[in-house]
């Protein structure tokens, strides 16, 4: 029998939670949530689930001293912020930070997963995908065979990423948007709700509607 691990979870609000329920789910426990937040020490997140108890200052004065153990053994991230999340999750040994799948996603045996990625329910990894690290594959998203998706990436409920293609680093692809088959999308890029990506879309673009249409191009 396979030992539980003790998850401690980064990021108390409601991607957390679901993040929470993924790890239980998976046969892990929560040992508790860490939150930027220190007067939030003590509240319950969940409805009977576990508690803050850490704040995120506190919780990187331990990780630096070697005392994490303390705590649990394991580290999950429910920050949404794409760029936050990869920051944080690079303080940490990839050691501490394994993947978290829930058991109704479908992942291939072919497939790889990032240290610090989450793969939620009704999700789909399909053969040859490559996903990076800290990458949010969220509840009905789709990535088919052979898609690459770069690090701290966050792919929306019931988006689908069509075979071959490549979502750049720490880039946002909402809800129910499609990028077709062999697109490259940069990094930091926005995809708008219900998108159809068609065509490369450059780094930090907002890109949004049918046929996307590129609206926003920071430099």
Not at 58 to 82: I, K, M, P, T, Y
Request: proline share 4%; aromatic share 4%; hydrophobic share 45%.
């Amino acid at each position: 029998m396979s030992h539980s691990r003790r998850f401690i979870v980064v990021g108390a609000g409601g991607h957390g939670k679901v993040v929470a329920d993924a790890i239980r789910a998976s046969g892990d426990r929560v040992a508790g949530f860490v939150d930027i937040d220190p007067a939030k020490l003590g509240q319950v997140v969940e409805p009977g689930g576990a508690a803050v108890i850490c704040s995120q200052g506190d919780f990187f004065d331990r990780v630096s001293a070697d005392s994490l153990d303390e705590l649990g053994d394991a580290v999950a991230f429910g920050v949404g912020n794409n760029r936050v999340r990869s920051e944080l999750l690079a303080r940490l040994p990839n050691e501490l930070t394994p993947p978290v799948v829930h058991p109704g996603a479908i992942v291939s045996s072919t497939a790889k997963l990032g240290s610090g990625t989450v793969v939620f329910a009704g999700a789909v990894i399909n053969a040859a995908a490559v996903i990076g690290s800290g990458v949010i594959v969220n509840s009905a998203a789709v990535i088919e065979h052979d898609c690459r998706i770069g690090d701290g990436a966050h792919l929306s409920p019931n988006t689908a990423v069509c075979g071959g293609s490549t979502i750049g680093q720490r880039t946002w692809v909402g809800a129910g948007s499609t990028v077709i088959h062999q697109v490259c999308v940069g990094d930091d890029v926005v995809i708008g709700a219900g998108a159809v990506i068609i065509r490369d879309v450059p780094a930090k673009a907002t890109v949004v509607g049918n046929p996307g249409k590129v609206i926003k191009q920071a430099e």
